[in-house]
């Protein structure tokens, strides 16, 4: 089995897609019900070649290991030999790799190789970004679900080889409660028992955890008195408190919340530093303490996320990342022998 060591970080988890699903779709939207008719029409099946990746941009690579399944699904026998790793930064001109065999094999994953590279390496380079704007504090770069339908899985694969941390893959593995949820359920309190409800009829246990979306200082607070509810129920339950007290706070306690999101509470001012003024967000921040995780969310940009990040937040999540992910230049350049 060839190394790939290339391929620095692996791919995350899902329990019904993968990557050779995405590929397989992506090969047979491109080639339809009759193939690479031009490639078919213009190219002796006998006809060898040498094909080169170029980097045309400065930029994080990403997507080799997913050029390797699509070598592998379009024709075993086309030999690659990479250059550069994922996660390297490139520049404009550099080899990343070059590839030996079929002409024809070469030409038919051309495209889909590129896609999912280019992409893949856009959404590197602005993580990396963003990381890199973060050095020396401790919170941590997230995307969210607003990524290309259909290609999630790679989307966040990306986010991990920039150097930024996965929030939920999708609906399933992490409840968040946010604020269509809160109005339909008739509040926070209520939405919160209810999943918490949930979590318990289900025997979900430790495997879940609830995030609930503020929005303004108000929700914040309720949410703080759950979750002191939560915590002395526990210090009860362990015996640091009497049992009765325990009693009375039981029902309003959420163990399974864990984070908060504060969203759009950093406020666009192009006065302040980083374009934002982040009053609000550090308030916010102190008033939950070491309660739960918090996640601030709205008006990041390279700009601000510094100095939003600066409040003390456990995380910043950027729909951006994914959402408007401007494509890293790359081009295969062929030559028949």
């Not at 495209?111 to 280019?118: A, D, E, G, I, T």
């Not at 996320?305 to 992910?325: D, E, F, K, P």
């Amino acid at each position: 089995m060839a190394s790939k060591s290339h391929v620095t970080v692996p791919c995350p988890s899902h329990p019904t897609v993968n990557v050779a699903k995405i590929i397989k779709a992506a090969l047979e939207e491109d080639a339809g019900d009759l193939g690479d008719v031009t490639t078919l029409a213009t190219i002796p099946e006998s006809t060898q070649a040498v094909a080169t990746f170029t980097a045309k941009n400065d930029g994080v690579l990403a997507g080799l290991g997913v050029a390797d399944d699509v070598l592998a699904a379009v024709d075993p026998s086309v030999q690659v030999e990479w250059r550069a790793r994922d996660g390297d930064r490139v520049v404009p001109g550099q080899t990343l790799g070059v590839l030996r065999g079929s002409a024809r094999s070469i030409l038919v994953a051309e495209r889909v190789m590129l896609n999912f590279m280019q992409r893949m390496s856009g959404i590197a380079t602005a993580t990396a970004a963003m990381v890199s704007a973060l050095d020396g504090l401790p919170t941590k770069v997230l995307e969210t679900r607003k990524t290309a339908p259909g290609l999630r899985l790679l989307d966040k694969w990306a986010v991990l080889i920039g150097g930024g941390t996965n929030h939920r893959m999708g609906l399933y593995d992490m409840m968040m409660i946010k604020d269509n949820h809160i109005a339909a359920a008739g509040g926070i309190r209520a939405a919160v028992q209810r999943a918490e409800d949930y979590i318990r009829d289900q025997g979900l246990g430790s495997s879940m955890s609830i995030e609930v979306e503020t929005s303004d200082l108000a929700e914040v607070d309720e949410v703080v008195e759950i979750l002191r509810a939560t915590r002395t129920a526990a210090a009860a339950a362990e015996g640091a408190l009497e049992a009765e007290p325990a009693t009375a706070t039981a029902a309003a306690a959420a163990p399974h919340l864990r984070r908060v999101m504060l969203d759009n509470m950093a406020r666009r001012d192009p006065n302040m530093e980083g374009g934002v003024d982040v009053t609000l967000l550090a308030e916010a921040v102190g008033r939950i303490g070491d309660l739960a995780e918090t996640e601030a969310s709205g008006n990041v940009t390279l700009s601000s996320i510094r100095t939003i990040a600066a409040t003390g937040v456990t995380y910043v999540s950027v729909g951006a990342l994914t959402h408007s992910v401007t494509a890293l230049d790359i081009s295969l350049n062929i030559e028949t022998k």
